[in-house]
């Protein structure tokens, strides 16, 4: 949640693709309008990428608006080259042809992806194009650091279930964990892990195992922290607090300590980034590196609906483990212009949207704010288009060297603390109320 109303700000100064018209925005008691049907993972209204990943089926125009969930892969995603990455503004549902969707700039280096931030970027975010529902997912990483620069892999379900490793620049011998029920911001379970020596220069493997009925976070093969179902049952909501929907897994790194970030945001994150900092790449911009994930899928648990074997479907949505179906639907978008509701033709996709008519907003990110919320923001600023830029040699990148030992990373007269769940709270339920 933290990462998700932080992602809002960060993509805010994303490209607009489509209209600068006023957006519409979704949310439980007000659902997207028909031109606009689905609510992406920001909480505003768009169609075509806004109909695939992270559509809120709790916000959108109708269950039928969001595009089925691909079933989850087994696998070893050996994250080395951008052969299985592909921008979100070109991804048009056909996950047999690709694992990642990315959002900003990630670059090759040294058999790992580099997820990059450079001044006034929002950063990088990965995403797998599959859903997990249960299973054990790892991924082998190296953090950046620095004030307001926060690494992130999390799980996420489209009504916002959440599993969370988050690395704050300023702490590197340490991860947060983190468990969201439906985004619901119940920041008391956050649970600080130690991480041996520290998380920036070489990488450690961080898994969750998320079962059933229980959750477990491990670092190096150690289990550091299990959090039980049936310790989370909430009787307002008359559901268990506990992720429980099928979820994408993403890796991303992003400007939490950004200018214009809502207060709370910048001091979770240790304060204002310094965009001239010393663990600035030689490049010139911040980087975390993903090596590789690998997903263990478990099988679906007994009693689940089950027509078929291609994708997760929800049926109700109260969005509770029992409305997940299995099913055989599955939609491919036509293209950036369609929608769940009218996916258009697939087999006559166009190889490029410039002939777009349709001024609706296609890519999830394009709103300051992500709808209805006060903050002040930086200009309006293009993203980097995955892959193009990755290539040059002249990106000459050192992580974790030259003297720049771990302690020295920290720098505590500037690491505030408290309070800043309360901002970060507010600025979310205003987001999820509007
Ligand atoms: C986790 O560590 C950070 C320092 O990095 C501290 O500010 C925070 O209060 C700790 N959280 C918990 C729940 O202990
Ligand atoms: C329980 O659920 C209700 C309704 O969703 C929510 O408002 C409340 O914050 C939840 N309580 C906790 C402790 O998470
Ligand atoms: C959903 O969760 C409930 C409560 O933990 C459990 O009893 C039930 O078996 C689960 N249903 C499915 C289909 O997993
Ligand atoms: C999905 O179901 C079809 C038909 O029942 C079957 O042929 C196919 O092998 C199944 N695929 C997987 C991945 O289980």
Request: aromatic share 8%; charged share 20%; proline share 5%.
């Amino acid at each position: 949640m933290v990462l998700r109303n932080a992602f809002t700000v960060a993509f805010a100064a994303a490209a607009l693709v489509g209209s600068t018209a006023a957006q519409a925005t979704g949310s439980r008691e007000k659902l997207c309008p028909a031109e606009t049907p689905c609510c992406g993972l920001y909480g505003d209204c768009g169609i075509g990428a806004f109909c695939l990943g992270g559509c809120d089926i709790t916000m959108s125009h109708s269950f039928k608006a969001c595009v089925p969930n691909p079933v989850c892969k087994s696998g070893t995603y050996k994250l080395d080259s951008l052969d299985d990455v592909q921008d979100i503004g070109k991804y048009l549902g056909d996950n047999s042809k690709i694992n990642w969707q990315a959002q900003g700039t990630p670059k090759v280096y040294n058999d790992g992806l580099l997820l990059t931030m450079s001044e006034d970027s929002s950063g990088t975010l990965l995403a797998s194009t599959f859903y997990v529902w249960y299973g054990k997912i790892c991924a082998k990483m190296t953090t950046s650091q620095g004030r307001g620069v926060v690494t992130a892999f999390i799980m996420m379900s489209d009504v916002k279930d959440e599993i969370d490793f988050e690395f704050i620049g300023t702490d590197i011998n340490h991860v947060q964990s983190n468990f969201y029920s439906q985004g619901v911001t119940d920041y008391t379970q956050t649970k600080n892990l130690t991480v041996s020596p520290e998380t920036v220069s070489k990488p450690h493997e961080y898994c969750l195992d998320w079962k059933p009925e229980e959750l477990t976070w491990s670092v190096d093969g150690s289990d550091m922290r299990t959090v039980k179902k049936s310790d989370t049952w909430n009787a307002t909501a008359n559901h268990f607090a506990y992720p429980q929907t099928p979820s994408r897994i993403m890796l991303s790194l992003w400007p939490a300590g950004k200018a214009g970030n809502a207060e709370g945001t910048v001091n979770w994150a240790g304060g204002a980034i310094d965009w001239h900092s010393p663990y600035m790449t030689s490049a010139g911009y911040y980087a975390a590196k993903v090596d590789q994930v690998t997903v263990e899928c478990y099988d679906p648990p007994s009693g689940v609906k089950k027509t078929g074997n291609k994708s997760y479907k929800y049926t109700d949505k109260a969005a509770t483990n029992d409305t997940v179906e299995i099913s055989n639907d599955f939609v491919i978008l036509g293209s950036l212009e369609d929608t769940g509701e009218n996916p258009g033709d697939a087999s006559k996709t166009k190889t490029s949207t410039s002939t777009s008519t349709n001024s609706a907003p296609q890519v999830p990110g394009g709103i300051i704010g992500g709808g209805g919320r006060q903050e002040p923001t930086a200009a309006p600023q293009s993203t980097g288009s995955s892959g193009s830029s990755g290539s040059s040699s002249s990106d000459a990148f050192d992580q974790g060297t030259s003297g720049k030992s771990a302690g020295v990373a920290v720098e505590p007269s500037l690491h505030k603390i408290g309070g800043s769940a309360i901002a970060i709270v507010v600025t979310v339920l205003g987001l999820l109320v509007l």
